[in-house]
């Protein structure tokens, strides 16, 4: 796969929807000094070209009554994936797993509504092998929009 090689103006446009997938052709044309179809073409492009994945709302989990978060790192003892990703598959509270290198096999985001439920949860991803749970005080950079 070849990497796509954006300019400075598709940085920009970047930025402006990774921190706003709202923002509209023409906000994105006054920000850019662009016409509204030339934004929208390279808009068109950086989709094409698989850079732009998609759109999404940022979601508060605590607002959804699921205040605890935490990171699970799972040693899964065998190659056989299927199982991992049938639990990942079944387990609404995961929201994101990484295959990472180091002792762990996966680190595994978990939400919560308590911590009694985290348990609950980790427990289900133990089933799989061993398992150690670190809960987030705080998230200082919770998110950042990629940049060059």
């Known amino acids: 796969m070849t990497a796509f090689s954006p300019d400075a103006t598709d940085w920009r446009i970047l930025d402006i929807l990774q921190r706003d997938g709202r923002a509209g052709f023409a906000e994105l044309a006054r920000a850019v000094s662009m016409s509204a179809s030339a934004v929208t073409e390279r808009v068109r492009r950086l989709e ?36 991992f990703h049938d639990l990942v598959a079944a387990t609404p509270e995961i929201l994101e797993a990484h295959h990472v290198t180091g002792d762990d096999c996966f680190v595994i985001k978990v939400a919560a509504r308590s911590m009694r439920h985290l348990e609950e949860v980790s427990g289900r991803i133990g089933t799989l092998g061993s398992v150690t749970t670190s809960v987030v005080y705080s998230s200082p950079l919770p998110r950042r929009p990629l940049g060059r």
Not at 68 to 83: C, D, E, H, Q, T
């Open 48 to 83: 094409e070209a698989g850079v732009i994945q998609g759109y999404a709302a940022v979601v508060d989990p605590e607002r959804l009554g699921l205040p605890i978060l935490a990171f699970v790192r799972l040693r899964y003892p065998n190659g056989n994936y299927k199982p």
